[in-house]
């Protein structure tokens, strides 16, 4: 069983979906995100908000301050996801 948390693996989250995380940990996130629904959850959201944003900037990586942006709106929004 992984000693990996809810919000080890939010702050991991970006770097997972960019395939970007050594094998070791980018297994405890998969694991992570298999049992747990509201990590899944954040996950799914987080990328389609970054394929709408390519799409919508017409460019292959978002800014990120851009990502940064969007994030500080979601999270002021009521209802909205936490912060990682």
Known sequence: ???IDCQDVLKQIELY???ELDPSL???VSDHLGRCSPC???SEFTRHLRELLRAKC???EV???VMDRVR???FE???GPAPA
């Open 17 to 19: 979906l960019d395939g």
């Open 63 to 65: 800014p990120d301050h």
């Open 72 to 74: 500080e709106v979601l």
């Open 26 to 28: 980018r297994s405890q």
């Open 1 to 3: 069983m992984s000693s």
């Open 58 to 60: 017409g460019c292959g």
């Open 40 to 42: 899944m959850s954040h």
């Open 77 to 79: 929004l009521p209802g």
